[in-house]
């Protein structure tokens, strides 16, 4: 019912654009079975490390440059292979074809439709990706479908490959959520728990009060001098210190409720620190990463699975930057696996910000007819707008 059989192929475009990641997507889907055709994602996160954390105006400013070269990119090459484009390529590519309204129309005559993130995230950031989604729309008379980025990251999961057995559809993946389910949004702007009832029914179950845990990573790591962003360097020295060495507290993991707090485990990080003295060792510099991921992670694994039980859940969705962490990976694994819980992690390629994921939530959107026309209902068109602080629910 939810999979209409007479649309046999789909190619969604997705651009994401909601941070400091530019990245652009093609997204084949026939039957409700899907392939990634092109993924290419650019970032300006080296930039940012150097000011240790996001400089909005800076974050735009490079959305702007990449944007073009990234499309380009992905509508030229098809090429299924995660490519990730770094400044000298984005210069490259900016001589060798600026103008992206050049392409001829036979490449874009596959594209059903353009998926774009209206929101959350940075107004000034989001709104290159708008304006391009909706010139684009305009220029190929394609419809435009606003995504919403957390519903990307919530069903990123999906994007796992899976060895079909049915010959038909060798390269093609099926999309299969199990009802009811629990997903796990952990980003640097948001942790979220969601019970998904059906395919876009979402009730929100709780969230953190404070800090993102992307955020208490991105803080810690920048309170031990380690740089930006926090989280794969935390969980690099990790492997190597004693996660048992401090008791860092376990915010709200007793609470009752599905809410987070963060802010206290990386104050009792700083207050540490400050006892160990200025100069810290390696070794202990590890010990506190280490402890430090655990404690994290302990939360975040007690607090989903006490979800995942009380709601029957069938499923585990998880998806966002931190779902990159092996840490995290491996303890929900064992906690599903001895519940019999199906868990679908997010593959790590897509756990950042990304464009397939984008095409992926704004395909069951456009499913559902959540999108707009460009050449039908042009005021609802010229209406589409950043929501910087756009909602799941
Ligand atoms: O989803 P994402 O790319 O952007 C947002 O929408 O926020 O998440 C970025 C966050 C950063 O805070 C980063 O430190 C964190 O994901 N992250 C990690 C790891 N890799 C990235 N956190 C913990 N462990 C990791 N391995
Ligand atoms: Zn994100």
Redesign the pocket.
Known sequence: MFYNARIKTMIILGIET??D?TSAALLKIERGKFEVLAHVVSSSVKLQAKYGGIVPEVAARKQLEYIIPVLSEALKTGNPKLKILNPKQIQKNKTQKSNLLEFRVSNLEFVTAIAVTAGPGLATSLQVGIDTAKTLAYAWQKPIIPTN?LEG?LLSPLLMKKESRNSKFKTLNKFKIQFPAIGLIV????TELILIKDYLKYKPLGQTRDD????A??KV?KLLGLGY????I??KLAKSGDAVKYDFPRGMISSGDYDFSFSGLKTAVLYKTRELGSKETKNQINNLCASFQQAAVDVLVAKTMKAVKEYKAKMLLVG???S???L?RKELEKNCQLNSINLQLSPVKY???NAAMIALAGYFRYKAGDYIRSNTQTKAWQEIKVQPNLKLV
């Open positions: 909601s941070c990641e980025h990251h980003s640097g702007g948001h993102a845990a992307g955020e990573f991105d790591a962003p926090g989280g794969p935390i969980s966002g930057g931190v990159a962490n092996p995290l756990t950042g910000d």
